[in-house]
């Protein structure tokens, strides 16, 4: 018996075995079915009435907001970290920000920003070691965009938007742990439920939530991209669990990311049955994909491109079982393509969270892949 099936646990064995799950070798084939599968790609992919907002600097940081259109709803909010007083081209990153049930924000979750709310405090002891980790990053040298994503953030849909049994969700949300405001609270267990009801459109559109956050987030590789202080050979991106899902997708499809970091978002499909669907984003299950492979086939899709994998062992939302056949999978893929060293994975023991010693190992990774060329 499985514990979310009850009595229709053997329709997990019938779908297996009408429709096996292939493996997808990496290359330009794998990529193609991925891009058809997500939906919500092609085009130029390039941001639309680009506008620049406050600078500032402190603690060793320059930052500065903009804003964006990605041509339909509400405008994107993004902000550009530097190390301060350092001038011409660094290496880019896009620092892409986590899920986590927490819609209400975006960037400031892995961004500290002047006025940033306190209750965000909370938020940042618990996945990443109390540091907004996109200002350590810039610290590092690097120039870090960092942007909100569709359902995010500046992004977010209102929730008198949402269908009264949804808006009724956030009357009924506990407080939690009592740092969240109300209405921040009220709206993240709305949120919730209400990607859903996004996935349902974007079936009916022909596309996938997945898509159409990655098409959000290769609009902002290509701002970054457009920057005269950004190295347009030396492009990376990282995040956190949603932020890792969406990371593998964007080195996925867009051709000039040159090196990723995926932190606590990595494991066979197969591992998550029985033990972790519920608790995932639709992000994680792009709808088709499983019919022409499994989701570290999508991470490894532009071998040997540099890879790095960070594990939790104690992750409470994959099995061990789940996260070990995901890291055979990437080395043999790896091996396939002829660099078993491109791809690096890294075990903490701990729970589900990117902490300040996964912080420095990411950090220190990316300024290897990401240095300029020897001469």
């Known amino acids: 018996m499985l514990r979310d099936l009850g009595p229709f646990s053997d329709w997990v064995d019938a779908a297996r075995r009408l429709q096996p799950r292939p493996t997808a070798p990496p290359g330009e084939e794998t990529r193609g079915r991925l891009r058809q599968v997500l939906g919500f790609t092609g085009g130029a992919e390039q941001p639309e009435e680009v506008s620049e907002g406050p600078a500032w600097e ?9 804003a964006w259109s990605v041509g339909y709803g509400p405008r994107t909010r993004a902000v550009v970290l530097r190390p301060a007083g350092v001038t011409g081209r660094l290496p880019g990153i896009l620092a892409l920000h986590d899920h986590s049930g927490f819609k209400f924000l975006g960037l400031e979750k892995v961004a500290d920003i002047p006025g940033a709310p306190d209750y965000l405090r909370s938020h940042r002891d618990s996945y990443y070691g109390g540091r ?46 009592g740092l969240l405001p109300a209405e921040v609270a009220g709206y993240n267990a709305a949120a919730a439920a209400h990607e859903l009801m996004i996935e349902k459109y974007c079936a009916l559109l022909g596309t ?73 984003t639709w992000m994680l299950f792009p709808h088709g994909w499983a019919r022409h492979g499994d989701w570290p086939d999508i991470a490894a899709s532009r071998a040997p491109l540099p890879l790095l994998v960070q594990y939790a062992r104690g992750d409470e939302l994959f099995t061990a079982e789940g996260m070990a056949a995901a890291d055979e999978r990437l080395r043999s893929h790896y091996a396939g393509a002829g660099d078993s ?21 990411a950090f220190a990774w990316l300024r290897d892949r990401l240095a300029p060329p020897v001469p």
């Open 132 to 177: 907004a980790y996109a200002n350590d990053l810039a610290r590092a040298g690097f120039t870090v965009l960092v942007h909100d994503t569709f359902a995010w953030g500046s992004r977010r849909f209102p929730l008198e938007a949402m269908p009264a049994p949804i808006r009724r969700l956030a009357d009924a949300a506990e407080p939690g742990d």
């Open 208 to 280: 996938t939530f997945a898509g159409v956050v990655s098409h959000e987030d290769r609009v902002a590789a290509n701002y970054l991209l457009s920057r005269d202080d950004v190295d347009p050979a030396r492009l990376g991106c990282i995040g956190l669990s949603g932020g890792g899902n969406r990371a593998a997708l964007l080195l996925a499809t867009h051709d000039q990311i040159a090196a990723a970091a995926i932190v606590a978002l990595m494991s066979s499909y197969d591992g998550l049955l029985d033990h972790n669907v519920a608790g995932h």
């Open 341 to 361: 060293d491109a791809y690096i994975a890294q075990w903490y023991d701990g729970p589900h969270r990117f902490d300040v010693a996964m912080q420095a190992a």
């Open 58 to 66: 402190r603690g060793g940081v320059a930052g500065q907001e903009l």
